[in-house]
């Protein structure tokens, strides 16, 4: 089953407003990561956040963590057309030996110009 | 490389032909990641090495999927006697370090089995 749910599937929004996207992970976890992927292409790291870590900002991007709720949102600030992207989260989980990394189905964010 | 190799870009292929993807990861990265994505879908996890341990497996949906990493570098992931439900797009991602970091991922290459 899958470790990290983005909530919603698909978001769209006008240039200049907030984006803003959730996921929600099962077990214990070292660290969440984003991910954007633009259409046909792979997958570029965003931010890390840690899990004793509740927020962290790079540019307009700000994470928050929720270690409580199992729960951590991406807010993209003054969007941009560029953004448009699919848009992931993905858990390290704690404990054992085995880092497997497991990614979330995803958040399509369209951004009208 | 500076970046993660993966080739082909695209595949076409027949149903019941043998095809082998190929993903060359960036220079001393210890781990190595194959993932799977269908149409609009997420990446589902298919198998992960990690140094000189025993590979992770786990997500490989059948005995026809195999992948091997020669000398900690290069893998290969094949699958035998393809079907149309294994057409997706196969991704490859390898980090420095086995327990944490930053994904650096392949341009994936595009498998489609008629």
């Known amino acids: 089953s899958q470790q990290g749910e983005e909530d919603p599937q698909a978001l769209s929004i006008q240039e200049g407003e907030n984006a803003t996207m959730n996921c929600s992970y099962k077990t214990s976890i070292n660290n969440l990561q984003w991910y954007r992927q633009n259409s046909g292409r792979g997958l570029v790291h965003l931010i890390l956040?840690?899990?004793?870590?509740r927020e962290k900002h790079s540019g307009r991007l700000r994470v928050t963590l929720d270690t409580s709720k199992k729960s951590s949102s991406l807010l993209i600030t003054a969007s941009r057309a560029a953004d448009t992207a699919s848009y992931f989260c993905a858990t390290d989980r704690s404990g054992g030996s085995n880092y497997k990394l497991t990614f979330g189905k995803g958040t399509l964010l369209t951004v009208n110009p | 490389g500076a970046g993660v190799s993966q080739s082909p870009s695209n595949k076409v292929t027949e149903k019941g032909k043998d095809v082998e993807l190929r993903c060359d990861p960036i220079?001393?990265?210890?781990?190595l990641y194959w993932y799977r994505q269908s149409l609009g879908q997420g990446l589902e996890f298919l198998i992960y090495f990690q140094g000189n341990s025993a590979p992770d497996k786990s997500g490989l949906p059948s005995d026809r999927f195999s992948a091997e990493r020669t000398g900690g570098s290069v893998s290969t992931l094949t699958i035998q006697r393809t079907q149309q439900e294994d057409s997706a797009v196969y991704l490859c991602a390898s980090r420095r370090l086995a327990s944490t970091g930053e994904l650096f991922f392949g341009e994936g290459s595009r498998l489609t089995v008629l």
């Open positions: 220079s001393g990265h210890t781990a």
């Open positions: 956040i840690r899990s004793n870590e």
